[in-house]
């Protein structure tokens, strides 16, 4: 009777059955990306001939565990709702947590009050990893999840130089993508609308933009910068500015869809058609992107894949937790490819 009297079988049987180590078959049972698909089909067929049962509440108390993940997004309501990105970003986060049996928290934090009650929540343990997207260079929330001992992992990153783990599109090379397509398009006056400067993704594109115009071998020129804040209405206000500025601006490279949706109104207002006298590029290649008039060409970033790669990674580091293993000096980092997508509006 395989050695065991009355009773539920134990892990350490399913391990002997299987040949591998109890922690290899907690990892599997805790839904760890770090197991062979060979070690995971033994561990099933071990668990099915013994007929063992999980107990969820044990692993729960055993390793604080409560099959819960916050993810934090420090927006409004309103643009979280109108921002294409956070839907699909979520998307991706939520069919990856479905699949381990997780249950996802979604958290809006836009005020220094709320962050605080935030972390006296973290602080309670009542969930076990924590996701942070859209993150400004001066956020210290993700040092003070990693504080309070919880895996964490950033959709984005503060800075090039970044100490915790997070999962990034390639910024920089979008925009030299889209200027590199502009100037092929025989565009020479290719005016830019960067996101906020406090956050990298905004510094990154404008990076890219920079570096697209030298080796196109125009010349920077400044006047050609404006700075947006990601929404459409930031979008126009930087549209208008650039028109004041540079009446004879050929192209506009902005570093969103919402964005280039709020330029391309600016510029209609203005009489300017697109793309015959102002050429529009995007970045997301989002819903918006395919319903403008004439639809936007716009740099694909994996958005929903970066939503499950980052999943992936922080049930990782929850599974490594629970097996009390101590998680590599190097946080994980991943940076995804990025793709132009070139419709009517270049």
Known sequence: ??????????????????????????RVINGSPRVSEQTRDAVARAVAELGYVP??????????????????????????FAEPYFLDLMRGVSAELADADKQLLLTLVRTEQERQRFEQYLAAQRVDGVL???VHGDDPLPDRVRELGLPVVMNGRRAEAEPVAYVDSDNIGAGRAAVAHLVGRGRARIAT???????????????????????????????LVATGDFTEEGGRLAMRDLLERNPDLDAVFAASDVMAAGARSVLREAGRRVPEDVALVGVDDSAVARLMDPPLTSVRQPIEEMGRTMTRLLLQKIAEKADGERTAEEEPRRVLPTELIVRDSS
Do not use: C, F, H, K
């Open 1 to 26: 009777m395989n050695g065991r009297r009355n009773g539920r079988p134990t892990l350490e049987e399913v391990a002997a059955l299987a040949g591998v180590g109890r922690g290899t078959v907690s």
């Open 132 to 134: 942070l997207a859209s």
């Open 55 to 80: 107990n969820q509440a044990a692993r729960a108390l055993a390793g604080s565990r409560t099959d819960a993940v916050a993810l934090v997004i420090p927006e409004t309501e309103a643009r979280l």
């Open 193 to 223: 609308i960067s996101g906020p400067l406090d956050m990298y993704v905004a510094r990154a594109r404008l990076g890219g933009y920079r570096a697209g115009l030298a080796e196109a071998g125009l010349a920077p020129d400044e006047s």
